[in-house]
């Protein structure tokens, strides 16, 4: 473990803010090949940072620290690392143009205060920032390295790629690079999907294979290292090949994709039009499609038949049906496709019908009970699930459930 | 500063999981006058363990840690108390039968290696857990005193309230009482809100008054402090008068209620249905809705109208007026509102249109801008705004936006 993570502000150990940067900074490092032991959180006070700067430097050999930068009396970052080194704090001749020139272009005129920015330790190197006027140090202090950043996160981030790899790197500290890689699926339970891919997930695989679940969507994540990223790519893509071949079509997306980015590619290349109908899910499913930026090419609209009045008036499901079937049934679903198919004058048509809960229907009617159903031009396809969940969870994943429907059958009628 | 929080995992210091539970102590903590210095994270490693236990008690009065106390080789921190206080690890009998019985009554065998969760160092004592295997530890080392938690969320923040909160209190650390009081409003923007309470909103007032922005709701929020929760809320509630006072049918609500909330009481007061004719929040209206549990005594249902042919089909929007007006339009949005109340046989319908980008419709209708109109008894009303935001950030407001007419609406006709 070679790196700590210091982070400084009372707005983080109040609990006033969240500290999101030690996860990024953590995240960057580990794809450097540096792996990190610990984080630090510490309050805007001179001798506690001292403290934790002097701990930090015993036990890492890089210390990444970020806030206390600022022009105020609460930034006492300069001042601490100056005590640390046993140095005084000397003005940056380039670092005060810098600042004033910020201020110049932006017309304004400089506070006096902003001129604490321009000083670092004696001894110490300026990291520059063009992104804001808190300038960074590095420095060395007993057999570690430290790095002191801004703690505003867009400065961090650019600072970190543009002043500390390269001197992570050039110290033979970084070396290599991670690569991660994420297949979405959707239709099997987490404990079907890692049957399927036992061997691969096992601990000791090379590459790892992580498996996350995420309202019902089953994530996999290889990680691979590699000297270079074209080196760890060839670790990822034979795994990511034989995770295909076993889950097949069960897989619908990588990284950041979901169902409706699927079954909006798969609209637009067979040039088909979609519309729904729905119960249960109450304008999710369609919320969720119209997320899709252009969604009207190939989305038309929908029926939310949330009373089952509107399920006969609006979709015409038969009376009769819904009193013999109940409206919570694969026949009333499949009913609603149709009705809303011909209707809309739509190729495809998806409908949702279930219990969100809290609390039963009736008895035969558990909450979490859910079926969809979708209308093409040679018939319909009905499916059904019982979710152990809440309100928001049922009518969320009851609507992904109908999005694979529709991506399933999208498919194989082209296959 | 009294508290140190030390959170232990690998899966944070690696970057994996985000840390939330440090925010959730130091939050509590606060409230019950507990200032938070040091948030520590270290990865799984015993030397790093015990080091930062040593750290933190040096300079600590409170060290609360959480996690590594599964069942697996990976959970270090019973056996790292133990050598922090130089004695061995003794069998918890009554934790021994808690665990065996949470498997007996989930049928099945407990698993051998979870009997080491019944291991504490010896003259700790055991505080119980009656949500998972994993009992905590309290204990004194040096000046400070130790509580270590599992880190599951639930786990620990239930153990927290009830083993940790009583036995700071009964030390005398835990004094006074912080309470915080959230304000939700919607219609004004953030500066207008603050212009309202510029007294206020300065940051020497007692109690201290922030204000936040999320979507599009402005909320204020009271913070103050008192030796009892009585106390604290005799500072907080003349300053909720004034803001009430102030900016009058804008507050819809507390907490964590959301506008849809406040729609579903008044509704309910009124004996009133509703429905949605929806074209740029494409289900997003009607979702907010069905997602308040019991909406079906108030919610019939829908029609998105995403395409203009089924805004004169479903709704009977007129073909001259669509083409006169366009879709992005006051007179089309309430003919959407009006036929949607008529069709769909209720007392109130919302609609909506706009141009959720990215991308202009036309010259005249940029990406962001929308109108969303009411149809009720005795005519209709409408709204425009020109949002800035993204395709996302567009709709949800627009649906915030509908939520709001109806809202006041109702608190008018009624006043």
């Known amino acids: 473990m070679h790196a700590e993570i210091l982070s400084i502000g009372s707005e983080l150990t109040s609990g006033r803010n969240l500290d999101t940067n030690s996860q990024w900074l953590s995240r960057r490092l580990a794809e450097l090949g540096v792996a990190t032991g610990w984080h630090t959180t510490v309050a805007d006070d001179f001798a506690a940072n001292l403290d934790c700067f002097q701990v930090a430097c015993r036990r890492a050999k890089v210390?990444?620290?970020?806030?206390?930068?600022?022009?105020?009396?609460?930034?006492?970052?300069?001042e601490v690392l100056a005590k640390l080194a046993g140095?005084?704090?000397?003005?940056?001749?380039a670092s005060l143009t810098v600042i004033a020139e910020m201020f110049r272009r932006r017309n304004r005129t400089m506070p006096e205060r902003n001129?604490?920015?321009?000083?670092?330790?004696a001894g110490a190197e300026v990291l520059p920032n063009d992104r804001g006027t808190a300038p960074g140090i590095w420095m060395r202090h007993g057999d570690a390295w430290i790095a002191a950043l801004p703690g505003v996160p867009t400065e961090m981030y650019a600072m970190f790629e543009l002043q500390v790899k390269p001197r992570l790197q050039a110290l033979g500290l970084a070396q290599g690079c991670l690569v991660q890689r994420k297949i979405n699926t959707f239709g099997l339970g987490e404990s079907h999907v890692e049957e399927k891919l036992f061997d691969l997930t096992r601990r000791d695989h090379v590459p790892e294979v992580g498996i996350t679940a995420s309202d019902a969507v089953i994530s996999?994540?290889?990680?691979?290292?590699?000297?270079t990223e074209a080196e760890a790519r060839t670790l990822t893509e034979p795994v990511e090949r034989i995770i295909r071949e076993r889950l097949g079509e069960v897989v619908y997306g990588v990284e950041d994709e979901e169902l409706q980015d699927a079954v909006a590619a798969l609209l637009v290349k067979h040039r088909r039009t979609v519309a729904v109908a729905e119960g249960v899910t109450g304008g999710a499913l369609a919320d969720a499609l119209v997320g899709v930026?252009?969604?009207s090419a190939w989305f038309r609209g929908g029926v939310i038949a949330y009373d089952d009045g509107l399920k006969r008036e609006l979709l015409g499901v038969p009376a009769d049906?819904?009193?013999?079937e109940g409206a919570v049934s694969a026949a009333v679903a499949e009913a609603m496709a149709v009705g809303?198919?011909?209707?809309?004058?739509?190729?495809?048509?998806?409908?949702?019908v279930g219990v969100a809960g809290p609390g039963p229907l009736t008895d035969d009617r558990p909450a979490g009970l859910v079926w969809v159903a979708l209308a093409h031009a040679d018939g319909t396809a009905s499916a059904t699930f019982h979710w152990v969940g809440n309100r928001a969870e049922v009518r969320r994943r009851t609507a992904k459930m109908a999005l694979n429907l529709l991506r399933v059958h999208l498919l194989r009628r082209t296959a």
């Open 340 to 352: 809303c198919r011909t209707r809309l004058g739509v190729d495809l048509a998806l409908a949702t």
């Open 220 to 227: 996999l994540r290889i990680l691979a290292r590699g000297l």
């Open 87 to 93: 140095v005084e704090l000397v003005e940056d001749a």
């Open 321 to 324: 049906l819904l009193a013999a």
């Open 115 to 121: 001129r604490v920015q321009a000083l670092v330790p």
């Open 293 to 295: 930026p252009g969604a």
């Open 63 to 78: 210390v990444i620290a970020t806030g206390g930068l600022g022009p105020t009396q609460d930034d006492l970052t300069r």
